[in-house]
């Protein structure tokens, strides 16, 4: 599976931006797809995913309430609408998938095997 994410840019504060993750090589349905992010000098975190039946969304608690993590299996994209940015997210984001990932491990980085590239996402106050 080939990850392409992108959609990453320079923003104020309080604006917003949505990414996308187009998958090519297999479908992605039935794989869960996570977004993860690292900043400069930072461990890469969790900050949203997807569960494998695209009926579980899970978020990190700093992005809760204004990030949304979405499907669409049509496109074989998967979305991270990101509102209310913060000079905090600042950060390069890496969409990642897996086909036999278990929901209790969604935000574990090394439980996806595939990666994409990641694109940048610059907030500014």
């Known amino acids: 599976v080939q990850l392409q994410a992108s959609g990453g840019g320079v923003v104020q504060a309080g604006e917003s931006l949505r990414l996308s993750c187009v998958a090519s090589g297999r479908t992605l349905r039935g794989v869960a797809v996570g977004w993860f992010r690292q900043a400069p000098g930072k461990e890469r975190e969790f900050v949203a995913a997807?569960?494998?039946?695209?009926?579980?969304?899970f978020y990190a608690d700093s992005v809760k309430g204004r990030f949304t993590i979405s499907r669409d299996n049509t496109k074989n994209t998967v979305y991270l609408q990101m509102d209310s940015l913060k000079p905090e997210d600042t950060a390069v984001y890496y969409c990642a998938a897996d086909g036999s990932i278990i929901n209790s491990s969604l935000r574990q980085a090394f439980q996806y095997d595939w990666w994409g590239q990641g694109t940048q996402v610059t907030v500014s106050s």
């Open positions: 997807s569960s494998r039946t695209g009926s579980g969304t």
